[in-house]
């Protein structure tokens, strides 16, 4: 038994002398083979046809494996793709902030220099208008500390108490 094979569109008829083979596509794009018996001639599908049959089968269902496959791919290139490029992205968006947070740190610093100068200039202010009304020897005087760039605002280690010690340290500067 001849076959002579004709592909149209999306079936494929096979003709022989009394039977016909459609393929047809179906939506994932593989073919399904059905053996339609001719109304005029009924024959056995014999084991050899079977064979021949299952080969064309498993050359579509390999065929559209493979094309199936290659999409895949594809699309896991161009996924790569545009996570390589998202996530360079992101790493520069970061390198951005971080320079950023870089920046407010400093001024964040500045800031609290600045405030504490502040403070300090207050302190002395405060324990001067303080000390001022301080007359008598046995009044009790506040310390005045100072403020240093590099430490921050400091306290002396040793300040008179009252004026009466006050003014024995400088008699000694004197003296």
């Keep these: 038994m001849s076959h002579a094979s004709r ?7 096979v003709d ?4 016909s083979f459609l ?8 073919y399904l083979l059905f053996y339609i018996m001719s109304e005029t001639k009924s024959e056995v599908l014999t084991f050899d046809n079977y ?9 579509d269902v390999g065929r559209e494996f493979e094309r199936l496959r290659t999409k895949i791919e594809e699309g896991n290139k161009s ?6 490029t998202t996530e360079g992205t992101l790493s520069g968006g970061l390198n951005r902030l971080n320079n950023e947070l870089g920046k407010v740190k400093v001024d964040l610093q500045n800031l609290k220099d600045e405030v504490s100068q502040v403070k300090a200039g207050l302190d002395q202010l405060s324990g001067r208008s303080y000390n001022k009304m301080r007359f008598l020897p046995q009044h ?8 240093r760039p590099a430490t921050g605002f400091e ?6 108490g009252t004026i009466n010690e006050f003014w024995k ?5 004197n003296g």
């Design 23 to 30: 393929l047809t596509t179906l939506t994932a794009g593989t």
């Design 169 to 173: 340290l400088r008699l000694q500067q």
């Design 51 to 59: 064979l021949k049959y299952r080969l064309v089968q498993d050359k």
């Design 155 to 160: 306290m002396p280690s040793y300040f008179p």
């Design 140 to 147: 009790n005087i506040a310390k005045i500390g100072a403020y």
């Design 79 to 84: 996924l790569r793709v545009e996570l390589t």
């Design 7 to 13: 592909r149209q569109d999306s079936t494929t008829t």
């Design 16 to 19: 022989a002398a009394s039977e």
